[in-house]
């Protein structure tokens, strides 16, 4: 084995939040991102609110700040373009010669995204891939999405081993990824390693051909208890709620 992991969003851990089904993690991340996108810019309390949950959800999975910034990067082009809107949109008629239409707007850009972003970390670093694709399959999503984004889960990381194997036998040859000239051996290196997942793939699928598998995987995973969607159901209630007063009083 290569060593190489592709769930780098995982975090191990014992808390509530590991504990909590995955079919309602999701359905209570999806509820709480989309309140917060339907929160009126101007609504400085509401997100204020928010912020406060997701920093409660952050404590409660024990996740530290570098983990959860780390992967949080990934916001940065959009934010540096957000930060652009203040120069670029509308007259200058907020301090410093800033338009005031553009810092709402960049506002609402980078408060909605982080926000967003961390509720996904929260709940990427809480649940496992494979867990994840089963609370889907408890959400009904069809199961055919499913095995799909299943065999991806399993695979990629197969998939990244063999890049890496692939990168060693290339340097050990005295490639050198330079000038135009490097481009034709990354080329066949690509070929190759598409014939590779391809009939590695083929293999695969006839093997559980043979052992029964007809297009879908069987359900798994536990149902959730009333509990359990109690509490997920609450998070989301109190979301709409504040975006929904935040929507009438702006």
Known sequence: ??????????RHGATPLHRWPPQVAIATT???VIAVVLTPREAMWAFGLY?????????LARLPPGFVGARLLVLAPFLIAAASLPLLEGPPDALWGLSREGLWDAWNIAAKGMLGATASVVLAAT???PDLVTGLERLRVPRVVTAIM?????????????VARMRVAMRSRGHRARGVAAMA????????????????????????ASRG???????????ATASAWAAGAGVVVLAAVAATIAAVTT
């Not at 084995?1 to 995982?10: L, T």
Request: charged share 15%.
């Open 213 to 223: 598998y007809r297009g879908t995987m069987p359900a798994s995973g536990a149902v």
């Open 150 to 162: 299943g065999f991806m889960v399993r695979y990629l990381e197969l998939v990244v081993g063999e």
């Open 127 to 129: 649940h496992e891939p």
């Open 185 to 208: 051996p990354v080329g066949r290196a690509l070929g190759s390693l598409f014939i590779r997942v391809y009939e590695r793939g083929e293999r695969v699928f006839l093997a559980m």
């Open 1 to 10: 084995m290569s060593g190489i992991h592709v769930h780098a969003m995982y």
């Open 51 to 59: 912020a406060s949950m997701a920093i409660a959800a952050l404590v």
């Open 30 to 32: 999806v509820g709480f």
